[in-house]
């Protein structure tokens, strides 16, 4: 997400905030872009990583729209501890680890244990 009061023609790298813990962007942060501007970090993404694909945890409350894709899904999901608008939907999550796990600046890998199929 922005800060509020962001400019969006100069949009700067402490605008952006994690929708998941509003965590500050940071050049030694790994963020994932969703649409509209909604953000998760790698910390957020690997604790919904952890929750929804390994201990098959769905905590996303009935007819949620994805805060990454916007879309209305039946997926399992991860609803955001601290803040109850912050939803990342299964497919966003393995996305999202898939796109980090690739990503060399980053020390971001996956968590063992997932059954990739599942
Ligand atoms: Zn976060
Ligand atoms: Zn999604």
């Not at 994690?18 to 872009?33: A, G, V």
């Not at 007819?63 to 497919?91: F, N, Q």
């Not at 796109?99 to 971001?108: E, G, M, N, V």
Request: aromatic share 6%; net charge negative; charged share 30%.
């Amino acid at each position: 997400m922005r800060r509020p009061g962001t400019d969006e023609n100069n949009v700067q790298m402490t605008d952006v905030l994690c929708d998941f813990c509003r965590t500050q962007w940071s050049e030694d942060k790994p963020m994932i872009e969703g649409h509209q501007g909604s953000c998760i970090c790698g910390n957020c993404l690997r604790i919904a990583f952890i929750d929804v694909l390994i201990n098959k945890h769905d905590t996303g409350p009935d007819g949620y729209k994805c805060t990454m894709c916007l879309e209305h899904r039946d997926d399992p999901a991860w609803l955001s501890p601290m803040y109850d608008d912050a939803v990342i939907c299964r497919r966003c999550i393995k996305l999202g680890s898939g796109a980090l796990h690739k990503d060399k600046q980053f020390d971001w890998q996956k968590p063992a244990g997932a059954d990739e199929d599942g």
